[in-house]
């Protein structure tokens, strides 16, 4: 399920909408909507990053090495060839 959502941008805006989204085989909608939703997931990504941070610095979180996560899930250590 699609909701519409209409905005006025700048005119300026709205060309280099249609330039990049000329680029990519796809119209200033589309690019608007594939732009936006990267945009969305790229500053939820950071504020769930910036909660975990916050919880480590005051201490809510446990930390593990690398040993203790290889040992846990079982991974081998990487090959250097």
Known sequence: MTKRVTIEI????YFLLSKFGGLHDMDADDYA????GRHLADIYDL???????REYLAGDRKTYTME???SVFELEEPQND
């Open 47 to 53: 504020a769930i990053a910036e909660q975990a941070w």
């Open 68 to 70: 203790e996560m290889r």
């Open 33 to 36: 909507t594939m732009a936006l």
């Open 10 to 13: 700048p005119e300026k805006m």
